[in-house]
T-cell receptor
Framework: EAGVAQSPRYKIIEKRQSVAFWCNPI?????LYWYQQILGQGPKLLIQ????????DSQLPKDRFSAERLKGVDSTLKIQPAKLEDSAVYLC??????????????FGPGTRLLVL | GDSVTQMEGPVTLSEEAFLTINCTYT??????LFWYVQYPGEGLQLLLK?????DKGSNKGFEATYRKETTSFHLEKGSVQVSDSAVYFC????????????FGSGTRLLVRP
């Protein structure tokens, strides 16, 4: 069974530029998560989708970050314009669903972003 | 709100030594508890999990027991290998938070030959 796929693996941009990350979850997984992991810290949730609807985006900086999950499968996370403090690893995860017994999340390899 | 606290690293051990990484949590509901491992340059891999009190999760020689009375989920391994060198994250999820994962800050383990 294929795991969670993410691209690109690495990205270097200058501040005020825009960037987009792509994620394809495990087949059949209804719930998709984007996390931000700053160096030396644990990941923090940015946004959670259930199929193509948003469940939780309370920690997403909506003035610069946006995300969508068209057709309830793959997802794109965008930053525009980027700031220096956005340098981090962006992790995508998926699970069967947001219910007990289905909540285990599986992670992709991440996209490492450096903003100069 | 819910939170997870892990012991700070780095933890440096010799090969075949006994490992304990402490993890305690605060939660209003009845969370599921997880340990994830992150190798250099990679994403998070699920190591083990436990979904209710007194459950023991185990995988690859690692184990952790869900202790509700002490709100703890300590990770243990009887004999570590150099290949176990990585960062270990304790995490919880519960229904009240739509099952998002709340992570500790991670503990780096370095095993010397």
């Amino acid at each position: 069974e294929a795991g969670v796929a993410q691209s690109p693996r690495y990205k270097i941009i200058e501040k005020r530029q825009s960037v987009a990350f792509w994620c394809n979850p495990i087949s059949g997984h209804a719930t998709l998560y984007w996390y931000q992991q700053i160096l030396g810290q644990g990941p923090k949730l940015l946004i959670q989708f259930q199929n193509n609807g948003v469940v939780d985006d309370s920690q997403l900086p909506k003035d610069r970050f946006s995300a969508e999950r068209l057709k309830g499968v793959d997802s794109t996370l965008k930053i525009q314009p980027a700031k220096l403090e956005d340098s981090a690893v962006y992790l995508c995860a998926s699970s069967l669903g947001p219910t007990s017994g289905q909540e285990t999340q599986y992670f992709g390899p991440g996209t490492r972003l450096l903003v100069l | 709100g819910d939170s997870v606290t892990q012991m700070e690293g780095p933890v440096t051990l010799s090969e075949e030594a006994f490992l304990t990484i402490n993890c305690t949590y605060t939660a209003t509901g009845y969370p599921s508890l997880f340990w994830y491992v992150q190798y250099p340059g990679e994403g998070l891999q699920l190591l083990l999990k436990a979904t209710k009190a007194d459950d023991k999760g185990s995988n690859k020689g690692f184990e952790a027991t869900y202790r509700k009375e002490t709100t703890s989920f300590h990770l243990e391994k009887g004999s570590v290998q150099v290949s176990d060198s990585a960062v270990y994250f304790c995490a919880l999820s519960d229904r009240g938070s739509s099952y998002k994962l709340i992570f500790g800050s991670g503990t780096r383990l370095l095993v010397r030959p």
